[in-house]
Every structure is written in C-alpha cells, then in structure tokens.
C-alpha cells in the first residue's frame, strides 16, 4: 500500500489555458474525495465520488470544472479556461466506509500556479 | 450552517513547553472529529479520529481530547520536529458522503 498519489505535483499555466490532474487513490478504497487549499487556509471540499458515481458537487465547483472516476479507480479533475482566482492546493483524499467515521487518507497534492 | 474554528492561528514554543491547541465546532450531529498534520507544501497527515464526548487518543507526544463543543490537542514536551500546521476537520451526520469541514488551522513552531 503506498498511499494516495496525485500528478503532477506541479503545475504552472497560463490564464486561459485548460489543465488535467490525476488522483490514484488506495486501492481498495471506494470513497474519493477532492478539496481545495489556499495559502492559510483549511482544505474545502469541492467533489465526491462512491467508486465511479459522482454523488456530490460543492457551489466552489462551478461550470468550468469537472471530474471523473472511470471503473471507480483512478479519478481526474480538469479545469477549463484557467483564472487566476484558481490557484491553490488540490487534494485529493480516499477513504473505506469503516463504521462510525470514514477516516480520509490525503494524496501530496498537486500545486497549481496561474499567470 | 457547520462550522469549525481553530485557535490559536499561530503558536510558538520552545522545546520542552507543553501546550495545547483548541478546535471548537459547530455541527448537525457529530459523526467523527479528526485531527491532522500538515507539513508546508505536503498533504494533511491523519493523526487521529475521534467519535464522542470524553473520548481521548494518544501518539507519542500527542494527545486529542473531545467535549460536545470542541477538541483539544495536546502537545507534551514538544521537539522541533513537532513544528507544523494542524487541522481539525469533522464529519456530520446528516452528509450522507461523509465530506469533511475543516478549521483553518493553527501553525506550531517549535524553538530549540
């Protein structure tokens, strides 16, 4: 088990221009989840997906992001016409329904710069 | 509306003076409080996971407490290794995903 991975750890892109992470969850995790950080700021929660069904959107996610998890494994986020405003920390987390709680396991995130 | 608050934003110690850190929460039925550590420029770390009012956890310098309104994280003897941002986040009960809702965080430095 070698954790919850995200790519690219960087990105750097010009306003306008469209970008695509990729989150590679534990295996055998149903449960993925992908939030946004700010500097200063607690992560937000932006998507959920329950293996491949996407059951729930934050307000934050507006029409110019989506996301997908095709066969419930691996799951992206794709930004369109970046603004500057996007700029942050996106995390992606995955977690087993496990009784009580559902403990989330965070990825390294994937920094993403606009100019 | 769910809500969670940390404080102090900011804390610096000296290595070797305990203390704690406060996250006081409002919540439509508390499904799990969870505490995490985030280290500059990497993801949170899950710490612990809490479920009711009296429970505790312990890790090596660390111990999270939990009341019906806030948790408290304690930091015994810290070392300079101990420096970094902590989050507190809780589950609701009435999310049916359990997505999590995050204070802002308080950020230790540890001085040797």
């Known amino acids: 088990d070698t954790g919850v991975s995200q790519n690219p750890r960087h990105k750097i892109t010009k306003r306008g221009q469209n970008v695509t992470f990729r989150c590679d969850p534990i295996s055998e995790h149903n449960r993925l989840y992908w939030y946004r950080q700010t500097l200063g700021q607690g992560p937000e929660f932006l998507t959920y997906f329950q293996n491949e069904a996407q059951l729930e959107k934050s307000r934050l996610l507006s029409d110019r992001f989506s996301a997908e998890r095709p066969k419930g494994s691996f799951s992206t986020l794709e930004i369109q016409r970046t603004e500057q405003g996007d700029s942050a920390m996106y995390l992606c987390a995955s977690s087993l329904v496990e009784g009580q709680g559902y403990t989330q396991y965070f990825g390294p995130g994937t920094r993403l710069t606009v100019l | 509306e769910d809500q969670v608050t940390q404080s102090p934003e900011a804390l610096r110690l000296q290595e070797g003076e305990s203390s704690s850190l406060n996250c006081s929460y409002t919540v439509s039925g508390l499904r799990g409080l969870f505490w995490y550590r985030q280290d500059p420029g990497k993801g949170p770390e899950f710490l612990f996971t809490l479920y009711s009012a009296g429970e505790e956890k312990e890790k090596e310098r660390l111990k999270a407490t939990l009341t019906k309104k806030e948790s408290f994280l ?20 009435s999310s049916t995903t359990g997505k999590l809702i995050f204070g802002q965080g308080t950020t230790l430095q540890v001085k040797p």
């Open chain 2, 74 to 93: 304690h930091i015994t003897a810290p070392k300079p290794e101990d420096s970094a941002t902590y989050l507190c986040a809780v589950q609701a009960g």
